[in-house]
C-alpha cells in the first residue's frame, strides 16, 4: 500500500482523468494477497523445498524483550500518525455522510499524506519534534518523482485520439486480442508484464500496457482500474 501503487495509479489517471482509484478496496485486496503469496511459499518450504530451519531453533529470543524493545514515545507517535494517515485515505471513498466524504476527497491521498507530514513537524516528544524535513526527504526516491513527474504530462499526450496510438494497437493486436475471452486477456497482461519487469523498469512495463489496457478492457467487458490495479 505504499508509494509504486499511487505513482502508477498518478500516471494512469493522466491517461484516463475519469479513473477513481479505490484505496480502501486495493489495501484489502494487497493484503489478503501478501498473506496469501507468505502461505504458499512457507508450504512450500516445508512440503517441497524441505527447507532445514533447525539453526533457527538455536535462537535465544531472551534477548529480544525487556525495556530497550519496547516502542518509545517518538516511535508510537509515528505509528499512530501513520494510522490515521491511512484510515482517512480509506474514508474519502467510503464515508456514509455525503458532505463530509465530498470535504475529505477534495484532499486527495497526497493532501492527507502532508496532513501526517506536517503532524510529525509540529508534535513534540522530549522538547523536539518528531521529525523534520531533512529526515523526512532522505528516504524519498528522487529519481522515480522526477521520472513520473515527466512521464505524467507525456503520457496525456500519447493516449490522446490526435497522437494516433490507439488506433495503432487497434489495428495492430486487433485481430488478436478480438478473439481473446475477458480471463484469457487478463491474465495475458499480467503474465508479460510481470515477466517484463524482470528485465525492464516495473513503472515502465505498466506504462507500455496502459494503452492497450485502455483500449481493449471496455471493448472486453472489463473493468480498467481493476485491471490497472492488478
Do not use: H
Amino acid at each position: 500500500i505504499k508509494g509504486m501503487p499511487l505513482i502508477l495509479m498518478s500516471l494512469y489517471n493522466a491517461v484516463d482523468p475519469t479513473a477513481v482509484f479505490p484505496l480502501g478496496i486495493y489495501m484489502i485486496y494487497t493484503t489478503l494477497l501478501t498473506f496469501f503469496i507468505l502461505i504458499i511459499g512457507l508450504l512450500s518450504m516445508k512440503y517441497i523445498i524441505r527447507t532445514d530451519l533447525s539453526v533457527l531453533a538455536n535462537i535465544d529470543t531472551t534477548k529480544y524483550r525487556g525495556e530497550q524493545n519496547k516502542f518509545t514515545t517518538r516511535e508510537s507517535w509515528i505509528l499512530g500518525i501513520l494510522l490515521i494517515v491511512l484510515i482517512l485515505m480509506v474514508l474519502q471513498s467510503i464515508f456514509p455522510i455525503q458532505a463530509i466524504k465530498n470535504f475529505m476527497g477534495q484532499f486527495g491521498m497526497i493532501g492527507f499524506v502532508l496532513v501526517g507530514i506536517i503532524a510529525v513537524l509540529l508534535i513534540k516528544t522530549d522538547g523536539t519534534p518528531i521529525s523534520n524535513m531533512k529526515e523526512l526527504s532522505s528516504g524519498v526516491q528522487w529519481d522515480i518523482i522526477l521520472c513520473v513527474a515527466s512521464m505524467n504530462p507525456a503520457m496525456g499526450f500519447l493516449s490522446s485520439d490526435e497522437a494516433g496510438i490507439k488506433d495503432m494497437l487497434s489495428a495492430g493486436c486487433g485481430p488478436f486480442i478480438s478473439s481473446l475471452s475477458p480471463f484469457a486477456f487478463v491474465l495475458i497482461i499480467i503474465i508479460i508484464c510481470g515477466v517484463l519487469t524482470n528485465f525492464l523498469n516495473n513503472q515502465a512495463c505498466c506504462l507500455m500496457f496502459y494503452p492497450i489496457i485502455m483500449v481493449y478492457a471496455p471493448t472486453l467487458g472489463i473493468n480498467a482500474v481493476a485491471l490497472v490495479t492488478a
